[in-house]
């Protein structure tokens, strides 16, 4: 067995990353709803995302998985345990963060090379919040969404989403994702690996997933694919799309919480039991 496939790249290793990606970062995204956001003047403060935790995944493990297990616990945590689902619409996120999340994990080839997760950790909400404002600005420009000033920038589209982009970045990219993933990745490296099973990555490995031109260009067409579901959705067509009358309640998110919780605990006992196992 390759010293990849020992640490992350058999069935069971990639679905407790996952599941891991999944329910702690679907805590996370609870968690961001219950923090009010600050409005300053023109600026508004508010926590976008938690994206190191499956940014630090990403960096530690099978940068796929964390990737889809990132946005599917977005999807099912903060959409459908809320009581809402937006259909079509939903597959932009979806897409977008998978994207982010899997291109910064396969950029770090070294996690104790503290460059290369600094550059990984904060491209990863750099990529996820240009893809979401490009995705806004292509529903204006087609006509299928309407446009909302931000008083006291000029009203364009182009300026009020690059502001954001910026606003965003700096804050959220910054305070919950940059400095976070820095001061995680290196302390967790080779501690949390056995837990799973797995060995730490390393520089040399190279059966270990990388950066390619393959990979950017499949990735421009996942994020051509979220666009035109993000226009499709917008224009009517979102197909399955519901509401619950509890949606957004302070218990469905409590609940939620709970959930994701107990998916986080059940998940590390199983990943600490199979290592037992294994060394057994």
Excluded: H
Aim: with cysteine.
């Amino acid at each position: 067995m390759s010293t990849y496939a020992e640490r992350g790249a058999t069935g069971s290793q990639k679905l407790m990353v996952f599941v891991l990606s999944m329910s702690l970062y679907g805590l996370a995204t609870l968690i961001s709803e219950l923090i009010p956001s600050v409005q300053i003047g023109i600026v508004e403060l508010s926590v976008e995302f938690f994206l190191f935790i499956p940014l630090t995944l990403a960096m530690l493990f099978d940068p796929l998985s964390a990737a889809l297990g990132a946005a599917t616990g977005e999807l099912v945590f903060s959409e459908i345990m809320l009581g809402q689902f937006g259909g079509l619409g939903e597959l932009e996120k979806f897409l977008t963060v998978t994207i982010a999340v899997y291109l910064a994990g396969l950029m770090v080839r070294d996690p104790k090379n503290i460059k290369q997760v600094a550059l990984a950790a904060i491209s990863g909400p750099a990529i996820q919040l240009a893809m979401s404002a490009v995705v806004d600005i292509v529903k204006v420009q087609v006509a299928v969404d309407d446009f909302e000033a931000i008083p006291g920038l000029p009203e364009s589209v182009f300026a009020t989403e690059g502001f954001s982009f910026l606003n965003d970045l700096c804050f959220s990219g910054i305070l919950f994702c940059l400095l976070p993933t820095i001061f995680l990745v290196p302390r967790l490296y080779g501690k949390i690996e056995p837990l799973l099973g797995c060995k730490p990555r390393t520089a040399t490995d190279d059966a270990a997933p990388a950066l390619s031109g393959r990979v950017v260009a499949w990735s421009v067409v996942g994020f051509a694919v979220a666009i035109a579901a993000a226009c499709i959705s917008k224009a009517g067509m979102s197909i399955i799309e519901w509401e619950a009358d509890w949606a957004e309640s302070q218990t469905a998110v409590l609940a939620g919480i709970a959930v994701a919780a107990v998916a986080a605990l059940i998940v590390g006992f199983w990943a600490r039991r199979s290592a037992q196992l294994k060394n057994a």
